[in-house]
């Protein structure tokens, strides 16, 4: 795979400057870092970057995250999130990821889900409420998925126990 920045990068002040760390800077480095950026000449480039992918760490076009947010929150952009590693199906799924690395770890998902509903796993397949059910101080709608927790097998009657709930209140 291979990795294209975008132009205005090889313009940046900042380029080729190991002695700074920008995505977690100390308070004076912090300092520095945006000294660094007053005076680049992409420096709109880099914050526009920045806010419209909803970058999450670190100083970009002379701004931290807290002040990225804000910008972002007036101006209409994402507000900053911190993203799944490359290689899982959520970067996948959820963030429309689609480098060589997701793509992969989403083909490994699938493969094992469909495993798992071939194989008659009763837990794959969520279970979807037909009338709302109340829960302690709360209630689960019409139409909530119940799932399973991961790694721990169904109870005995499970299917039973759910057409219980499932059932309308005579």
Known sequence: MTLRLPTWRHRAA???RTDLDFIDPTPEQAVE????CA???????CLADALTTGEAWGIWG???????AALAEQHGHPAPI???AHGTNTRYAKHGC?????????????????ERRRTGDPWARPITLA???RTGRRWAGAGQLLL???GLPAPAGAADEYAELLAPAA
């Open 98 to 114: 689609r480098c060589d690395l997701c793509r992969q770890a989403h083909t490994a998902y699938e493969r094992e889900r469909r």
């Open 82 to 84: 911190v993203r799944p």
């Open 131 to 133: 009338v709302p059910v």
């Open 39 to 45: 005076t680049c000449p992409v420096r709109e480039q």
């Open 33 to 36: 870092c945006r000294t660094l």
């Open 62 to 68: 002379g701004l931290d995250a807290d002040e990225r």
């Open 148 to 150: 399973p927790l991961p």
């Open 14 to 16: 900042c380029r080729g």
